[in-house]
């Protein structure tokens, strides 16, 4: 599995967003903003498996950003969205006419991004490195950091896609399942809810009564709080096998399975 998931920046700490005086801080704004790490994923995954040239991969998104696409009701709809939520960044400027959210672009018009055409250029040339090291980096760095994040040039040049060994569970029901690790809850956490469910004499019967679904509910409510304390392996790794261990191995979530009740629930 390539992780490029997105990840914190070194100045980063558990409690910045706490006593913040902005409540949306923590997912509107600078602060919000992670370190980039797709287009590093993406680069990896190509060198692993691609057939075709980078620049040919490429190519037709730098294409669609230059040439522009059509709005469509979707998109048009997301727009006025953005419009109360997005103050004034870059955003306002690219999905709007004259830089006014009362101006946005609507369904049917073209909509161009030559900002990000130039970037794709490089990157067809350059590789990631294009967005990941030099004046870009620099650049991208001092426009979160005038948004208000904590983001500096030295996180952007430090980040590299990670390859790491999937989550896998080979004994539910008869089956195997397979789900991407940590950082990521994902496969952990599916994989939990599925382990809970299996011990169960009787299959879920499609949500189709009460008790399926309170047992689906249960389940979800467990694996959603275990997952609260998993951490990145990057940083924690003891801490992230353990959390991914009490929901894939089956004993720990055995025992919360046994403490739940189908007439009633429990916080």
Avoid at 96 to 116: A, C, M, R, S, V
Avoid at 142 to 149: L, P, S, T, V, Y
Avoid at 156 to 167: D, H
Avoid at 238 to 265: C, I, P, Q, W, Y
Wanted: hydrophobic share 45%; with cysteine.
């Amino acid at each position: 599995v390539i992780d490029c998931r997105e990840v914190a920046p070194a100045a980063a700490d558990t409690d910045m967003f706490l006593d913040h005086s902005d409540p949306k801080a923590s997912t509107v704004g600078g602060l919000a903003i992670a370190v980039p790490a797709e287009l590093r994923g993406l680069e990896l995954a190509h060198s692993r498996h691609g057939k075709l040239q980078w620049a040919q991969v490429v190519e037709p998104a730098m294409l669609l950003a230059v040439n522009g696409i059509t709005v469509n009701a979707n998109l048009a709809h997301e727009i006025n969205i953005m419009a109360g939520v997005v103050p004034d960044f870059g955003l306002r400027d690219l999905l709007t006419h004259d830089g006014n959210w009362e101006n946005p672009y609507k369904e049917g018009e073209l909509l161009k991004n030559p900002k990000l055409g130039e970037t794709l250029r490089a990157v067809m040339a350059q590789g990631s490195d294009a967005l990941y090291s030099g004046t870009r980096a620099a650049q991208l760095a001092k426009d979160i950091q005038e948004a208000g994040g904590i983001i500096t040039k030295e996180d952007i040049e430090k980040f590299r896609a990670t390859l790491r060994s999937p989550v896998v569970a080979r004994d539910i029901n008869g089956f195997s399942v397979v789900g991407v690790p940590p950082p990521s809850s994902g496969g952990a956490v599916i994989i939990g809810a599925l382990r809970f469910l299996a011990g169960y004499a009787s299959p879920l019967a499609a949500f189709s009564d009460t008790l399926s679904r309170h047992r689906f509910v249960e389940a979800c409510k467990h694996v959603f709080a275990i997952r609260m304390s998993m951490s990145d392996p990057s940083f924690n790794p003891a801490s992230a096998l353990d959390t991914v261990e009490d929901l894939t191995k089956g004993g720990f979530m055995e025992s919360l399975r046994l403490s739940t009740r189908d007439n009633s629930t429990l916080p």
